[in-house]
């Protein structure tokens, strides 16, 4: 998906953590966390190591699509981490597909010993609709601006997303209705919701 969305390396609670891949990556930098040790960042590569030879020996892996194509770092798009103190780490991973709708997931599981494959999966993503969410304030001139750019990317090129605008206070209110009005018509895109918070 190309819908514009920051795509930054976040952490959801201490022991969950997403890891994007950086734009200028060297070899040992795809599946890293912001600040990371050491030896995370060994179990990283290495869980990242053993999902490429898998992808790339899908014959040994009844559950791994088969493909002509050869995967590599630069295939990995994001992944996720999950340390359970009393078990071990589990790592997903997703990595590019063959088209632009086709993803492949791998699920890992790390018993604070060797990595182990739990499972993997082709995602696609051709129907899944995506839940864009955009917070509002005074700023109708940059609504319009990413409306533009929404039109562009969202709307032509995919049309599979809901826009949900959430507005506080009533000041410009008037305007960024006018604008979702103006997209209605000349686009014929319905798929938004805006809900206004009176604070």
Do not use: W
Request: with cysteine.
């Amino acid at each position: 998906r190309q819908c514009p969305s920051p795509a930054t390396t976040s952490s959801t609670s201490p022991d969950v953590q997403t890891a994007h891949t950086p734009r200028a990556a060297t070899p040992s930098g795809y599946l890293e966390e912001r600040p990371t040790r050491k030896d995370r960042r060994d179990e990283l590569i290495t869980t990242l190591e053993a999902a490429l030879h898998i992808l790339n020996a899908p014959h040994q892996h009844r559950d791994v699509p088969k493909g002509k194509r050869s995967y590599a770092p630069s295939d990995f798009i994001e992944g996720l981490t999950h340390t359970e103190r009393d078990r071990g780490t589990v790592y997903e991973m997703l990595f590019k597909g063959g088209g632009p709708h086709d993803f492949t997931r791998l699920v890992f599981f790390r018993p604070f010993g060797p990595v182990m494959k739990v499972k993997s999966e082709r995602v696609d993503t051709a129907n899944m609709l995506i839940n864009i969410i955009v917070p509002l304030s005074k700023r109708a001139h940059s609504f319009r601006q990413f409306m533009a750019n929404f039109r562009k990317v969202c709307i032509h090129k995919d049309n599979v997303v809901h826009l949900t605008g959430v507005y506080f206070g009533r000041k410009q209110i008037d305007q960024v209705k006018a604008i979702l009005d103006q997209t209605t018509r000349e686009t014929r895109f319905r798929n938004f919701t805006l809900i206004q918070m009176n604070e």
